[in-house]
């Protein structure tokens, strides 16, 4: 196990979710200024007081984080842009957190967001990947259903998971969306409806699928000492790991980068699974949660079906996962997806999450999943956080 730099003295402070739409006119500039506005007036403060700056958007495209500088009238010291899907978010509190530990930030406002015209979801999968053009198109196969469809098949004849096993994850996830004012989807989802959907891309069927919408997700980063002055809630670092094309070797994904790090990850976060107190996973799709609850230690691989049906995943049970609904019921407001779990972690840390709040939560891990091409993900991240005192 490598020795790390721990990230003691940085806090994330001040969530905000730009609210979600199923269509929009209106631009990913416009949604990225939205989420920047929410977070900044959360804690008091203005464009003027931040000096770094973390974007993650797929549909920014011709811009990068540079061109939002001009566009959002920012002048910055720091500035990274994070194109790493579901895995933006923890990618972009790593980032963000040793750039404040080396004093060349004081205050980062880290900002997800994407539109969703009618056609934009389309025109974003022709050109994602070159891989998943040359391995897919030819055969027929385009956009992410086909990729997942493969990985969840594979998934259910090596471990004897059913559809059921996943609809017990995507039932509860719609639970706690229920309780949620940003969740797109409102309307209760039972077994025996999920069971009986419509197949998209065999075994996908229609609720293994987010939505793409609209949206932003933003937090603010800064020193513990910063947010104690101004009297913020905030939410300290226990651990944060990240890898990338992760088991290379294997002939399809079963596994993820976290199984290189888990282990590191908890030693700086001095504890181990059974103290964390909700989990937040990417979920664009239900295997992919499965896969993670496997790889960050919470169950034997391969068991994660038998530990969904073992235990309670709403926010009043004794396994809280995706406590917003995840991407699956509040909806996959593109790379705002890969933060969703983190402005909710950072909710339920400082008694903010309203009617999703789990009961004393104390610990949070979240972990982040993306850039699908053709038979993987290619890059992962988790973070672990825990409550601070103001």
């Not at 969703?116 to 022709?126: A, E, M, P």
């Not at 504890?271 to 790889?295: F, R, W």
Request: aromatic share 8%; hydrophobic share 40%.
């Amino acid at each position: 196990m490598r020795k790390r730099q721990n990230y003691d003295g940085v806090v994330l402070v001040a969530p905000y979710t730009a609210p979600y739409q199923r269509y929009a006119t209106q631009t990913a500039h416009w949604w990225m200024a939205r989420a920047l506005r929410g977070t900044l007036k959360r804690a008091g403060l203005t464009k003027a007081d931040i000096d770094g700056f973390c974007a993650s958007s797929f549909s920014l495209m011709p811009d990068t984080a540079v061109g939002l500088t001009q566009h959002l009238g920012l002048s910055l010291r720091w500035l990274d842009h994070i194109p790493m899907g579901g895995a933006s978010g923890v990618v972009a509190l790593r980032r963000a957190a040793r750039a404040i530990q080396a004093g060349d930030a004081e205050i980062v406002a880290c900002v997800a967001a994407d539109t969703n015209h009618i056609d934009s979801f389309r025109r974003l999968l022709g050109g994602f990947s070159r891989f998943a053009s040359d391995a897919a198109f030819p055969y027929g196969g385009g956009g992410p259903n086909m990729s997942f469809a493969l990985l969840t098949d594979h998934y259910m004849k090596t471990t004897g998971a059913t559809r059921a096993d996943f609809g017990r994850l995507c039932v509860a996830q719609r639970d706690n969306a229920l309780r949620n004012p940003h969740a797109l989807m409102k309307k209760p989802l039972t077994l025996e409806a999920y069971l009986a959907a419509r197949m998209i891309s065999d075994p996908i069927a229609l609720f293994d699928c987010v939505m793409p919408c609209a949206g932003g997700e933003a937090f603010l980063m800064m020193t513990e000492d910063a947010a104690l002055t101004r009297g913020l809630p905030f939410v300290r670092i226990g651990g944060l790991i990240e890898h990338h094309n992760a088991h290379a070797e294997d002939a399809i994904q079963s596994r993820g980068g976290w199984t290189h790090e888990i282990d590191d990850l908890y030693a700086m976060a001095d504890c181990g699974p059974d103290d964390i107190d909700l989990l937040q996973t990417y979920d664009d799709y239900p295997v992919i949660c499965m896969m993670q609850i496997e790889d960050l230690g919470f169950c034997a691989k391969g068991d994660a079906p038998a530990f969904v049906q073992a235990n309670d995943l709403t926010t009043k049970g004794d396994f809280p996962h995706n406590t917003s609904g995840g991407q699956l019921s509040a909806g996959q407001a593109g790379a705002a997806g890969g933060y969703l779990g983190l402005t909710e972690a950072i909710r339920q840390l400082t008694d903010t999450a309203g009617a999703t709040q789990v009961a004393g939560a104390q610990r949070a891990m979240v972990s982040g999943f993306g850039m699908i091409n053709y038979d993987r993900g290619l890059c992962t991240g988790a973070a672990i956080l825990t409550r601070g005192e103001t």
